[in-house]
């Protein structure tokens, strides 16, 4: 079997942020668009965003294919497990969850609310990276 010993630990720690970076990419721009109907929201979505998923997807492949040329045993290590997540998020952002959307989102009543759970999503995320910040916020009051 696989080990788990530093090499997984160091691509752990990288995996976490880039797994699910495509997926909050298509989510956003879901959420974004102006359509009034969920297959219009999705078209908008993959049209505008999907290439730029693309082209990071396969900029982040490309990159850590070069690992494979290194002779270090980390650096081949490294490069089988970032291509494999670059795949598995691609796919799973593009065919998947996009899938998910066309076929179980229900929209807002108004594009109010869309804005509103877009904004709500971005302060979760920010709590979560920051919360050093969110505790300064609370106690001073004041917005950062």
Avoid at 37 to 62: E, N, Y
Avoid at 65 to 81: G, K, P, R
């Amino acid at each position: 079997g696989w080990r788990f010993g530093t090499i997984e630990v160091l691509c752990v720690s990288i995996l976490i942020g880039t797994s699910i970076d495509y997926c909050i990419h298509v989510a956003l721009s879901f959420l974004d668009s102006s359509a009034t109907t969920v297959q219009g929201r999705l078209s908008d979505c993959l049209g505008l965003t999907g290439m730029t998923i693309t082209g990071a997807a396969l900029t982040t492949a490309l990159s850590s294919s070069m690992l494979f040329f290194c002779q270090v045993t980390l650096f081949n290590m490294v490069a089988l497990v970032m291509l494999l997540n670059t795949f598995i998020g691609y796919f799973s952002s593009v065919v998947l969850f996009s899938s998910g959307l066309s076929a179980g989102f229900k929209l807002p009543p108004s594009e109010a609310a869309t804005r509103r759970q877009l904004q709500e999503a971005i302060d979760d995320v920010a709590m979560v990276e920051l919360p050093s910040m969110a505790i300064v916020k609370e106690c001073d009051g004041n917005a950062l």
